[in-house]
């Protein structure tokens, strides 16, 4: 860690151990939900269309998040915002999210307060849920392919308490027009403050409406397009987001795997790992001013290729260079039978002693912040974090197990083929 970063990280700490400015500077928008929310660790909040009806700026500043922001503003941590809580309870020497995102305004600390007008830096909006894979944690709110599957196949599960795979949660592609039309009419008041636009889905390089949104929009050279993509698309969305990049002052492509190969095709369902691989060169071989940066969720499945991953990186960052952006990873927590935390012990210990005797050889090859993020997940694998919802251990097995044999079903392999015998003997043990 460079020394000044350290500085900034533990200014932080001091000046507060419950503030983190993505509260007021961030907002993740879902438009086929009505959902909002200011970080994507805690569940979102409904946004009320009533008042959203008469100031559009509601579509960030909740009731909800008002009152969160002065709880932070008091002294008092949300209870919302307990995976950056039990990342740095668990481990005093381990760098949260909160940190990490806090460090780029450390200076607003001092100015912040609920303010139903304030305007975000960084917008992450959601259109639909057009997607063509069904990643193994997701469910039929954000993936049309999960939910052809859930309406024709409910899953249910005892700990499953959130309903992901019993119910449909939301037609395939559709949107709430009024709150799309709330969020076309506040655009304009609040993109001279935006820094970054980032759009997500589902996969909005398959989505009408993100297509028309983009296709609507003049100029706008001081804000950086961001676009979180599976990439398992044909080469003409490629060339098209490439062309209407122009329109702003860069584009970068958060690209999601959470493995390489079968792993990563067994836990994001409906990834095609080679096209992937090649959808990733056509954006680092342009001339233009495009960065790509891998991002990855890892669970119960994907935990078992983190170090292909992180190899990945590495030489994609040895290839391109400065184009590849720092990749970020982040911990499942629901469902929380695919957390990496149900894994018995032996395979924990197992898993973080490869990761040790891989960091003791190739971290010098990480940035501060990917180190962070591959500490974070020996952090779940050596300790024990403390789950937000008690749930029984038994349960989660059984639940897990149920899940595979499901998951099986849509997969071109099963995960028996895939995945360590020692995994595979555990699972046919519950």
């Not at 959203?52 to 700026?57: K, Q, T, V």
């Not at 309903?163 to 027009?177: A, E, F, M, R």
């Not at 935990?303 to 400065?322: A, H, N, P, T």
């Not at 982040?330 to 898993?351: A, D, G, H, N, Y």
Request: aromatic fraction near 10%.
């Amino acid at each position: 860690m460079k020394r000044s970063e350290n500085k900034t990280y533990q200014k932080l700490k001091e000046k507060s151990e419950f503030f983190c400015t993505a509260k007021w500077n961030e907002l993740y928008l879902y438009l086929n939900h009505g959902l909002t929310n200011s970080c994507h660790h805690p569940l979102p909040q409904e946004i009320p269309i009533e008042l959203a009806r008469i100031n559009p700026s509601v579509l960030h500043n909740t009731p909800h998040k008002l009152k969160q922001q002065e709880m932070m503003c008091k002294g008092l941590r949300p209870k919302e915002c307990h995976m950056c809580w039990h990342i740095e309870d668990s481990d005093p020497n381990a760098i949260s999210d909160r940190l990490i995102k806090s460090s780029e305004d450390i200076d607003d600390i001092e100015i912040l307060s609920p303010d139903v007008s304030h305007k975000p830096k960084f917008v992450e909006v959601v259109f639909d849920n057009v997607c063509n894979l069904s990643c193994s944690y997701c469910d039929g709110g954000q993936s049309s392919t999960w939910a052809n599957h859930t309406k024709k196949d409910p899953l249910v599960l005892q700990t499953d308490y959130r309903d992901l795979y019993s119910k449909v949660h939301i037609k395939p592609g559709s949107t709430i027009q009024e709150l799309n039309d709330i969020w076309l009419r506040w655009f304009p008041e609040i993109k001279d403050n935006l820094k970054t636009l980032k759009i997500s889905g589902g996969e909005p390089l398959r989505s009408n409406n993100c297509w028309r949104f983009l296709e609507s929009l003049d100029d706008n050279k001081h804000i950086s397009l961001a676009i979180n993509s599976n990439l398992v698309v044909k080469p003409a969305s490629i060339e098209k987001i490439l062309t209407l990049s122009k329109k702003f002052k860069n584009l970068s492509v958060a690209a999601s795997i959470d493995a390489p190969g079968e792993i990563g095709e067994y836990a994001r369902q409906g990834l095609d790992y080679d096209l992937f691989m090649r959808n990733c060169e056509t954006f680092l071989n342009h001339a233009g001013d495009t960065r790509l940066g891998i991002q990855a969720t890892i669970n119960i499945l994907s935990v078992f290729g983190i170090l292909d991953l992180f190899d990945m990186q590495i030489e994609l960052k040895r290839k391109f260079g400065s184009k590849v952006k720092e990749i970020y990873v982040t911990m499942v927590r629901f469902p929380e039978f695919q957390s990496v935390s149900v894994l018995p012990k032996t395979i924990k210990m197992s898993l973080a002693t490869k990761l040790h005797n891989w960091k003791d050889k190739n971290f010098i090859h990480l940035s501060e912040n990917e180190q962070h993020y591959f500490n974070k997940v020996l952090s779940y694998l050596s300790n024990d974090p403390k789950p937000l919802v008690k749930l029984s251990p038994k349960a989660l097995q059984k639940d897990l197990s149920s899940f595979l044999k499901y998951y099986d079903k849509y997969s071109k392999k099963s995960y028996k083929e895939i995945y360590p015998e020692s995994f595979v003997h555990w699972i046919g043990s519950l």
